[in-house]
């Protein structure tokens, strides 16, 4: 006796999805290792910390952290918060070959107690860019932009700045301190 098969229907040329016409499985396999090789490039791609194109590593993610912790310090007006996050090495020579501006840690202690006493308030947005790390020194570059009121005899007048700049930082103890900057 014959076994008998099972009759099968033409292709339909209709089909809403297109899944009987010539090619189709092709395409759609060609379509699918497209889409799992872009899902395995991504993730294999650094982590980003978010908000940033900066590689999320220990070292990037603790630098900022500390810039974090003095803007937040900052906008509260405490030098002292701010002064735990500096090296007793600081020293800034505002980019300049004139020795009257350079700034050493104790004169930064001295400056950031005046002004923070002269500023009614502040809020500060701290925007970074890029974070070079190279040991146990980094250097990251940011966009700053500071609202805020200095008290005068007059009464409160409201100043703003904006601009790149670059702070540089050593791991001390297993913490990254600014080393100039601010």
């Known amino acids: 006796m014959r076994t008998r098969r099972p009759r099968r229907d033409p292709p339909r040329r209709d089909a809403v999805d297109g899944a009987e016409r010539p090619g189709f499985n092709r395409r759609m396999r060609s ?3 497209v889409a799992a090789a872009l899902l395995a490039l991504a993730a294999c791609s650094p982590k980003r910390i978010p908000g940033t194109d900066i590689r999320d590593t220990a070292d990037t993610r603790a630098v900022v952290d500390a810039i974090e912790a003095y803007r937040q310090g900052a906008e509260r007006l405490d030098a002292a918060a701010v002064l735990a996050l500096v090296s007793p090495r600081y ?9 009257a501006d350079d700034i050493d840690y104790g004169q930064l202690q001295r400056r950031l107690t005046a002004d923070y006493a002269s500023i009614a308030a502040l809020r500060l947005q701290i925007n970074i860019r890029r974070i070079d790390v190279d040991g146990d020194k980094a250097f990251a570059f940011v966009f700053y932009d500071e609202h805020y009121r200095v ?3 007059i009464g409160e007048v409201a100043k703003q700045a ?10 001390e103890d297993g913490k990254w301190k600014f080393l100039s900057g601010l």
């Open 162 to 171: 904006s601009d790149s700049h670059r702070f540089a930082l050593a791991r």
């Open 91 to 99: 020293f800034d020579n505002a980019g300049t070959p004139d020795p």
């Open 151 to 153: 008290k005068t005899k």
């Open 31 to 33: 379509t699918t290792a």
